[in-house]
């Protein structure tokens, strides 16, 4: 019998809203400036939100509607253990999801460093895929560079740097002049008007500490 389709298990990591209490359009207003400031990062990207802290009123109909008004496809609701509140969401739609267990990843096999020569250009995307990356030129607005490894850019970065894209924690960013629209290591990110000004221009390395990015200037 030839098989028409096949379920199985994967993993995927997904954008995570919090919130902090039941005020829906708080949420919604700060989700829309994400939307604006990298649309291209979070426009129709699927989001999970976590309702832990949201209390027992929560209009679920209306979070679905007003996230995707935001510009984001909602796909579950985390923190939800109350039954009434789970019943609640899933006839508004959501799936109702579980944090799973940290498993230990599979150590990946590296290939061979990436090596760019020309500078991205706007519109460009640049992967890494099992390997680290490196740019010699500079990175435009607009412009994104992924890698599973470690991101090394001698020029100006302007665009997306995410590095760490299979979820290495370890991995870092080399940067000789910062200038980002979002910087990301293993689903961290930062917009550019997280970073401290002290690091703007500068010959700077981030890593993640914690599940925080950190940002140090680069001793030579």
């Known amino acids: 019998m030839t098989k028409s389709a096949e379920l199985k298990g994967g993993s995927f990591t997904l954008s995570a809203l919090h919130l902090v209490d039941g005020d829906i359009q708080q949420a919604i207003n700060f989700l829309k400036d994400k939307v604006e400031q990298a649309p291209h990062f979070f426009s129709a990207a699927p989001i999970v939100i976590d309702v832990s802290q949201a209390g027992n009123k929560l209009d679920f109909a209306l979070l679905k509607s007003q996230v995707h008004e935001a510009g984001m496809i909602p796909v579950g609701i985390s923190g939800c253990k109350q039954p009434e509140l789970q019943q609640q969401a899933k006839q508004a739609g959501f799936a109702i999801m579980n944090a799973a267990k940290q498993a230990k990843a599979a150590e990946p096999v590296m290939t061979p460093t990436k090596i760019i020569k020309n500078p991205v250009r706007s519109g460009q995307q640049i ?73 703007w221009g500068k010959n700077v390395v981030i890593s993640l500490a914690e599940n925080n990015l950190n940002i140090e200037h680069m001793a030579l």
Request: proline share 1%; with cysteine; charged share 15%.
């Open 127 to 199: 992967y890494a895929k099992n390997s680290d990356l490196i740019v010699l030129g500079h990175v435009s607005a607009a412009a994104e560079i992924i890698a599973d490894g470690c991101i090394h850019v001698y020029g100006t970065l302007r665009g997306r740097a995410i590095a760490g894209a299979s979820g290495q924690q370890e991995a870092k960013i080399f940067c000789h002049n910062l200038q980002p629209e979002l910087i990301s290591i293993a689903g961290n990110y930062w917009l550019s008007d997280k970073i401290q000004q002290e690091f």
